[in-house]
């Protein structure tokens, strides 16, 4: 797996856990640290992993901002109605459109195989059409 791919399936494994769990943003990243060393059995796994530390702590870090653009373009849905993973999928890809510099189709075609992975086909769907919007607002 690339790396950046897994950058971005552990920053959304971050993100998640701070969301639901409203965990601070350090500890969470703390935590997902222990879980890839009790996983592993590696007691020295690939750390840190600056890219996702960067995508979870701007994506935190820039938190209003970033929903209200998601909400700006997802009609009908309020964020706080969004399933968490979908959630989390559009605040991360937002941020790294907006904020990291990564072409809009790179982050757009990640996030998508994001929510393939963890979430619903009718979410594959939804996250495209809002992070197109989203895209093309910026633009």
């Given at each position: 797996?690339?790396?950046?791919?897994?950058?971005?399936?552990?920053?959304?494994?971050?993100?998640?856990?701070?969301?639901?769990?409203?965990?601070?943003?350090e500890?969470?990243?703390?935590?997902?640290?222990?879980?890839l060393?009790?996983?592993?059995?590696?007691?020295?796994?690939?750390?840190?992993?600056?890219?996702?530390?960067?995508?979870?702590?701007?994506a935190?870090?820039?938190?209003?901002?970033?929903?209200?653009?998601?909400?700006?373009?997802?009609?009908?849905?309020?964020?706080?109605?969004?399933?968490?993973?979908?959630?989390?999928?559009?605040?991360?890809?937002?941020?790294?459109?907006?904020?990291?510099?990564?072409?809009?189709?790179?982050?757009?075609?990640?996030?998508?195989?994001?929510?393939?992975?963890?979430?619903?086909?009718?979410?594959?769907?939804?996250?495209?059409?809002?992070?197109?919007?989203?895209?093309r607002?910026?633009?």
């Amino acid at each position: 797996m690339p790396a950046r791919h897994r950058s971005r399936q552990r920053a959304l494994q971050v993100l998640f856990s701070c969301d639901l769990r409203q965990q601070p943003v350090e500890e969470a990243i703390t935590a997902y640290y222990k879980t890839l060393v009790s996983e592993e059995e590696d007691p020295n796994p690939e750390q840190p992993d600056d890219f996702m530390e960067t995508l979870v702590r701007g994506a935190t870090g820039q938190a209003a901002a970033i929903d209200q653009r998601i909400s700006a373009k997802s009609e009908h849905w309020r964020l706080d109605r969004m399933p968490a993973v979908d959630r989390n999928i559009l605040r991360l890809a937002v941020y790294e459109m907006s904020e990291v510099g990564t072409p809009a189709p790179v982050v757009i075609d990640e996030a998508l195989e994001l929510a393939r992975k963890f979430s619903t086909d009718e979410s594959v769907a939804f996250i495209n059409g809002v992070l197109d919007a989203v895209r093309r607002d910026a633009v």
